[in-house]
């Protein structure tokens, strides 16, 4: 059936590095079309702070991706905070008066 019904440590990490891999694919892929129309619609450009946002914390998840071989429950943790954590970001960058 499902790759992690199996419920070892290995499938569950494969499965879960799996929706990392593709939850910053897609928020690549969504980036880019949001910069392209941007770009050649000619837009005016005011998500400095989101973009940032968006870039950082798809560094963190890769960076954590790449320091084990399995996920523990703080990794899972430290994944559930990025959430909140980035809205906080955005709100400091816009604070600090980037649009």
């Known amino acids: 059936q499902y790759y992690a019904a199996k419920k070892t440590r290995k ?11 593709a939850a910053s694919m897609n928020n690549s892929f969504c980036l880019s079309i949001f910069m392209g129309l941007v770009y050649w619609r000619g837009l005016a450009w005011q998500y400095t ?5 968006i870039v ?3 560094f963190i998840i ?3 991706c790449l320091t084990g071989k399995s996920m523990s429950s703080g990794t899972g943790l430290m994944v559930l ?4 954590l980035s809205i906080v970001f955005v709100a400091v960058l816009e604070h600090f008066g980037l649009d």
């Open 62 to 64: 890769g960076a954590l």
């Open 56 to 58: 950082t914390v798809q």
């Open 49 to 53: 702070a989101e973009t940032i946002a």
């Open 81 to 84: 905070m990025i959430f909140p």
């Open 11 to 21: 499938t569950i990490s494969v499965s879960l590095t799996a929706l990392e891999g």
